[in-house]
């Protein structure tokens, strides 16, 4: 059996190949990183141009890599949210119109559940799992019972943790994303220098916060003499955010081990995926949480952290396999809560 799937829901546009016996044929990724860094972030209208620029083009690149033909699908995935709508757009049409022309049966799929369920693609990773999704746009902390049931433990009251990366490193003239910049940069620099703050340190729980801690960056930033940057200070500042996010996500992992346990005693697996998740870093401080709460920890390669259509492939073939497709008139979704069930205390819904 085997899956293509497309992912446009940001700033690549990327196209997959995967089969039921968690083979990779194909996994070609275009970055619009260049489009974009003039501009410091993601500029919605100029991802969705790029997405339909160049898809058909990624789509022909990966039949070619995989060896296989288009009589070969037994389906087609997309990404049908969350994510930038007009992006979404392109992708979800894309392989509509694909599936309609072959016969085949076409899958929308959350670009959250793809994060989540590629460690099974990876690892074999068995349900129950605890999952930190954190990526340019979401940072949620998940229990994933089966593909399609999610009980969300936590999620970011403001900022999503890859963005609070991108806008850091903005701010220190490192370039867009912000993420490897910041990683490539802290080594160099003393964590220890600035006492940047831990928002939700020490509160029940599993939600996050970031917009304070992005702004402690930018008043010690502006604080400096002169407002002047070296590239000590660069480095010193870059250091000491890279330690407080990592501070903040194992003080959060930590309160959802717990919870997770409540729900599944004998369970021991904690995945952390998402674009977030390829930072050394972040992995050594999970992987240190994780030996001392008897946890496995569970992060796919670098590669298969950002966002990519494989990921978006082997979760149309996981549900596919459980006969779960979709009509051709579903719509592309901005929002797409994995656990709709939750809700703020007035009431209002989680953001996705």
């Excluded at 200070?233 to 997770?260: K, Y």
């Excluded at 995945?271 to 930072?279: F, L, P, T």
């Amino acid at each position: 059996m085997i899956v293509m799937g497309l992912e446009t829901s940001c700033d690549e546009t990327a196209v997959g190949l995967v089969t039921h016996e968690r083979e990779i044929l194909a996994n070609v990724v275009l970055s619009q990183i260049d489009e974009h860094r003039p501009f410091g972030g993601v500029v919605p209208e100029i991802a969705a141009r790029a997405h339909l620029d160049h898809f058909e083009g990624l789509v022909r690149r990966a039949m070619d890599e995989a060896g296989v033909g288009f009589e070969d699908l037994d389906a087609v995935a997309a990404t049908a949210g969350p994510g930038l709508i007009g992006g979404v757009m392109v992708g979800t049409t894309a392989a509509k119109a694909i599936a309609l022309v072959l016969g085949v049966p076409f899958v929308a799929v959350n670009h959250l559940e793809a994060h989540a369920l590629t460690a099974r693609l990876t690892d074999g990773v068995d349900f129950p799992f605890l999952a930190l999704l954190a990526t340019g746009g979401h940072c949620q902390l998940v229990i994933a019972d089966d593909v399609g049931a999610y009980r969300l433990l936590g999620t970011t009251l403001d900022d999503a943790v890859g963005e609070a990366f991108d806008k850091v490193a903005k701010m220190l003239g490192l370039g867009f994303p912000g993420g490897p910049e910041i990683e490539r940069t802290a080594p160099d620099g003393d964590a220890a220098r600035f006492a940047f703050p831990r928002p939700m340190k020490g509160r029940p729980g599993c939600d996050f916060s970031f917009s304070g801690l992005k702004t402690a960056v930018r008043h010690a930033v502006a604080a400096l003499p002169d407002a002047a940057l070296g590239d000590a200070d660069v480095a010193d500042v870059a250091a000491s955010f890279q330690a407080a996010v990592g501070d903040i996500l194992v003080e959060r992992c930590a309160n959802a081990i717990s919870a997770f346990r409540e729900h599944h005693p004998k369970a021991r697996t904690l995945v952390a995926a998402g674009g977030v998740a390829a930072n050394q870093t972040v992995r050594r401080r999970l992987g240190e949480l994780a030996d001392q709460r008897e946890m496995r920890l569970v992060v796919p390669p670098s590669g298969l952290c950002t966002d990519n259509g494989v990921m978006i492939a082997w979760t149309g073939l996981e549900r596919l396999q459980r006969g779960r497709t979709d009509e051709l008139d579903f719509k592309a979704r901005p929002r797409w809560p994995l656990d709709p069930r939750r809700v703020y205390a007035n009431g209002a819904a989680r953001p996705a």
